[in-house]
């Protein structure tokens, strides 16, 4: 549990060696030049990143969330927010992958699996953020097509991605009438916002997704005729995992900001001596490192609750989701607390770090909705042992 095998460390090392080479040197000038590098990352598509956990036999890597979660902390190591747009990424692949149909599988996950084809998740609405059940996009059903009508708000690589997975009300108000559909970018109707202007994540697009009569074959609903109503269900399986990938985002960029931190203190002199001789900067580091191996720790049981189908991964991924995206924002903090006004300029990467991070405790669902879902489990646990 707690080593790597050769095989993992390779995993590891290769993420390692990738980001190091084609993200890190890069991350200041695209954050500031608020430049999305799709070429950097169809080049960690040919590494095998691009569906990691999608089935061998249509393209994907075939590997466990736990080596994910590994490959996601050395990713984000050299850039967060480059980390994270591929999580979302490997996200709406294996929703394809996993409840497409043999036909959608073999027509999409190769192209997504090579990054020819970038796809975003298109499921919180302007009205429709936390509760995601009330969302109002619709699609209506044409004789062989559906209609889809809504917008979708702060998409991840809107305008740029070519496939969106969008979630669309096909039924009932509430869960159960909602449906999932593939949708391409240059169908008509399909339209986007202006890019956000953002806190952090700038070296990727964020803007609505627009629906105005937009026409999809009936066979673009994901899952096919038996996929309709369940759109909600594959939403809220594809956010476990996604909610322990932006976990481990955060401990990446949060284990940079502590390694600068180390140096920093180690190389600064004041009081007559190196910081890092002084008992509260220990201190603190102290508190970093363990919050850096106790996320590390949540997140590889995490994972393994969810490559193992454990009853207990939805709350297990909550958990990791709260703790981790928290704890490592502290650490993100503390490491430019440590460096004091050289901390606040951007030179030094600290600012961008805090600022990419910030974003992982509102996203694939916020952190207070991760206590509803660990306190309705608790709850149930409590009955149950009556």
Not at 333 to 346: E, F, P, W
């Amino acid at each position: 549990m707690f080593g790597l095998n050769s095989d993992e460390r390779v995993i590891t090392e290769t993420a390692a060696a990738f980001a190091a080479k084609r993200l890190a040197p890069h991350a200041l000038d695209w954050d500031a030049e608020k430049h999305f590098p799709v070429d950097a990352l169809r080049e960690a598509a040919e590494l095998g990143m691009g569906a990691i956990y999608c089935s061998e036999e249509v393209g994907g890597s075939g590997l466990r969330r736990l080596d994910a979660v590994r490959i996601f902390e050395e990713l984000a190591a050299a850039d967060p927010a480059i980390a994270s747009f591929i999580s979302i990424h490997n996200m709406c692949a294996w929703m394809i992958d996993t409840y497409g149909t043999p036909e959608q599988r073999k027509k999409w996950v190769p192209s997504l699996a090579s990054m020819d084809s970038i796809a975003s998740y298109c499921l919180t609405e302007p009205g429709a953020g936390s509760d995601a059940s009330a969302l109002r996009t619709r699609a209506v059903r044409d004789g062989d097509s559906y209609v889809l009508d809504g917008v979708k708000q702060f998409i991840s690589g809107a305008g740029t991605s070519d496939v969106y997975v969008v979630m669309a009300r096909t039924g009932v108000d509430g869960p159960r009438g909602i449906s999932t559909f593939i949708v391409e970018k240059d169908t008509p109707g399909l339209s986007f916002g202006p890019n956000e202007a953002k806190m952090g994540w700038n070296a990727q697009p964020t803007a609505q997704v627009i629906l105005e009569k937009v026409r999809v074959p009936a066979d673009a609903m994901l899952g096919g005729a038996d996929g309709e109503g369940t759109g909600f269900g594959i939403a809220m399986n594809g956010l476990n995992g996604g909610r322990i990938n932006i976990a481990a985002c955060s401990l990446g960029g949060a284990r940079t900001a502590h390694e600068k931190a180390a140096g920093y203190v180690r190389d600064r002199e004041a009081f007559g001596g190196s910081l890092l001789d002084e008992p509260t900067i220990r201190f603190t580091l102290a508190d970093m490192a363990t919050s850096l191996q106790t996320s590390r720790m949540m997140l590889w049981r995490a994972a393994s609750a969810l490559d193992a189908d454990d009853p207990g991964k939805v709350e297990l991924c909550a958990m990791a989701k709260l703790y981790v995206t928290d704890a490592c924002y502290d650490v993100a903090d503390s490491a430019l607390q440590l460096h004091g006004g050289y901390g606040y300029l951007k030179e030094y990467g600290l600012e961008k770090i805090l600022r990419d991070l910030r974003v992982h405790r509102i996203l694939e669902g916020t952190n207070e909705i991760m206590r509803v879902v660990i306190g309705r489990a608790e709850a149930a646990r409590a009955r149950a042992a009556v």
